[in-house]
């Protein structure tokens, strides 16, 4: 398994952009399918974005498409997530996951600890 830490949450305007990292360690970063899902109070958590090893295939969920982008710098460990024009709605903890596949992320995967995005109106 990898170890996965978030950082670069926070407190921003809606409108505003902040840009999420994931640093992994462990294993080959680049065989790992890597995702961001997120879940607010109340809620169940959802799948935000994935990417595969090689950063050629990406789903979005429909609620952010236009608005964030993952990313992948396999040289560095590193996954991303920019996040444009934040909405309250999005305001959630933010946590990156890692799985040879999308099934195994979600099933035995390994999670990072979460990051606190809060968006406020």
């Known amino acids: 398994q990898v170890q996965l830490v978030e950082s670069g949450g926070g407190l921003v305007q809606a409108g505003g952009s902040l840009r999420l990292s994931c640093a992994a360690s462990g294993r080959t970063f680049s065989d790992y399918v890597m995702g961001w899902f997120r879940q607010a109070p109340g809620k169940e958590r959802e799948s935000v974005a994935t990417?595969?090893?090689?950063?050629?295939?990406?789903t979005y969920a429909e609620s952010v498409k236009g608005r964030f982008a993952i990313s992948r710098d396999n040289t560095k460990n590193t996954v991303y997530l920019q996040m444009n024009n934040l909405k309250p709605e999005d305001t959630a903890v933010y946590y990156c996951?890692?799985?040879?596949?999308?099934?195994?992320?979600?099933?035995?995967?390994?999670w990072g600890q979460g990051t606190q995005v809060t968006v406020s109106s």
């Open positions: 990417i595969s090893g090689s950063g050629g295939i990406i």
């Open positions: 996951a890692a799985g040879r596949n999308i099934v195994l992320m979600l099933s035995a995967g390994s």
